[in-house]
């Protein structure tokens, strides 16, 4: 029977006979009482929780973590999705990679490939690799390798499901604070904006800029006729071009160019952001 279906009683049954937790009768009434059930334990306890439960012994506490491990066990059931079958049919290109997205969709349960051998045999080994930062990214990198052939473009539901199927896999590398992944939420959701960059960023700066040094072009040619037949220069009208305070077409691109390195970052700059805005809003 899986872990959800088990009702309060059967969820103490197992807990002695499969988790070999001795339970005393204030410990059951505690589950009893919180509506403590396989559903609720499937959708996860956080250490609070566990330790309000088993609150006079941590050796019950780790028994309880190690048999909720045993029965969420990932398994390897990634399937390949037929695109004839699916209602998007357009095809993939920088322009519509978000309509992508929509017509792949991650499958109900997630499997956690195998690493690369080096990383593999310390996993294995039950060792906290994820403390050294060349097989933390190895780990990033098969994650994204296995994420990435579903979608470019993961939900934050996604991300969500991948990395605590890892940590389910892999109790040993959770954080120490928090929910107990979220640096790898953050780590894996950084290396997909890092590889989607090259695929619309120098399309939306090379037309960004041409119109941008179109519209000046344009400014620098609309000259009145008394500009043109005026003698005296300290009577000569502004163009349209000086009107813009300080800014020309070398500049403007200067401004994209920061703003689109700023994009790319997961923490950006939101003071330098809003000044290049102000800057940009001149020319409008």
């Not at 097989?135 to 934050?156: A, E, F, V």
């Amino acid at each position: 029977m899986l872990l959800r279906g088990l009702s309060t009683e059967e969820l103490l049954q197992k807990l002695v006979v499969e988790g070999g937790i001795e339970i005393s009768e204030d410990e059951a009434q505690k589950f009893r009482d919180n509506d403590v059930d396989g559903e609720t334990v499937d959708c996860g306890l956080t250490e609070n929780m566990i330790a309000y439960l088993f609150d006079k012994s941590f050796k019950k506490q780790l028994k309880f973590r190690d048999f909720t491990h045993r029965y969420k066990e990932v398994t390897l059931t990634l399937e390949v999705v037929n695109l004839e079958q699916q209602t998007c049919e357009a095809p993939v290109s920088p322009a519509n990679q978000s309509l992508e997205s929509t017509c792949h969709r991650l499958p109900a349960v997630i499997s956690i490939p195998q690493f690369p051998q080096d990383v593999q045999s310390h996993l294995d080994a039950k060792e906290p690799v994820h403390k050294k930062q060349k097989y933390r990214n190895k780990i990033i990198g098969t994650l994204y390798d296995m994420l990435s052939q579903c979608t470019m473009y993961p939900t934050n539901s996604d991300y969500v499901q991948v990395v605590k199927a890892l940590i389910v896999k892999y109790p040993f590398l959770r954080d120490v604070h928090g929910n107990g992944y979220h640096t790898w939420h953050s780590q894996l959701k950084r290396k997909f904006k890092t590889e989607r960059a090259p695929l619309g960023a120098p399309l939306i700066n090379n037309e960004e800029v041409k119109r941008v040094k179109e519209k000046f072009r344009q400014a620098r040619s609309l000259k009145t006729p008394e500009e043109s037949t005026s003698t005296c220069p300290k009577r000569l009208k502004p163009s349209l071009e000086s009107c813009i305070v300080g800014e020309d077409a070398t500049s403007v691109e200067a401004h994209i160019k920061v703003l689109l390195e700023q994009y790319r970052k997961l923490h950006p700059d939101v003071n330098l952001v809003k000044d290049r805005m102000m800057n940009g809003d001149a020319e409008k």
